[in-house]
């Protein structure tokens, strides 16, 4: 898979990682980051997956961070949408909740005063006259992804080690993540890491969104996106992207550019106001996805 880096990157992540179902409670504890370990060293691509987690700050530094939390800015060219959000996240049960700051089209996003939360049954927008982004997908997508590697140690996933593969003249580790059946409400999505030989970082990944389709067949070839991690930063002990750069994917090629996220205003240790997630009057549920 030889190819330059394309330019320019107009676009982010569209990928079903909603409402997951939540590891056991995140207290810092030594048999905690023990048990994810023991999961992830019984299998070939666990072990690479366990490496990564080390070099991004360790399952320790994981799981004694109460919450994460950022500003989370996304745009996608073939939806014509972008919005910001400041989100936190208890990081033990998975609970959202996000302050929406701007919302329009790719090229306008205008300034907007609405609320979105994943409660850990509902997800909720307010005031309900937003009908996107949809809340039941968004309000864990943006964690889901700023929480790769770390969130890839979680009860409930499969690691497969792939051949090598090479972008941009680097040969890269490739280990490839699913989720046993009825993990969330995208369990056909996969993840493929592109994992640095040298750095031991996440590069790059690969992956499909399944969220409202149902799991794929055995044989089906889902569309893929490929997304580049970068412009790391290091807060409160753990290493993650500020930047995100997505392209169309197909038959071992960059298609053409399809989305892009920024973080900013990093933390894993602000602390977490569950009064945040009750809805407010006025507010929509949204459904869970018919899949």
Known sequence: MRRPLL????????????????????DASPSQ???ARARLQATEGGQLVLRTIEAHGGLEAWYAAPTSSYTWEYGNVDGDIRFKSYLVADNASRRVYHDLMT???????????????WDGTDAWMSPDSISNPNPRFWATTGYYFQSI?????DPGLTYERLPD??????????VKVG???????SSGDTYILYVNPETSLVDVIRYTVTYGRGRPAPDAQPSETLMYYEDYVTV?????PTRFRGFH????????????AWADSISFSRPFDADMLSMPEGARIAAAPAN
């Open 7 to 26: 330019a320019l990157a107009l676009a982010t992540l569209l990928i079903a990682c909603e409402p997951s179902a939540a590891p056991p409670a995140a």
């Open 33 to 35: 980051a023990d048990e």
């Open 103 to 117: 919302l329009g089209t790719y090229d306008d996003p205008q300034p907007v005063d609405a609320r979105f939360a």
């Open 149 to 153: 590697p770390f969130i890839l140690a």
């Open 165 to 174: 593969d090479e972008v941009n003249g680097v040969t890269y580790e490739l």
């Open 179 to 185: 989720f046993d059946e009825g993990v969330g409400d």
């Open 236 to 240: 409160d002990g753990l290493t993650t």
């Open 249 to 260: 994917y197909a038959d071992g090629e960059i298609i053409r550019p399809k989305n892009d």
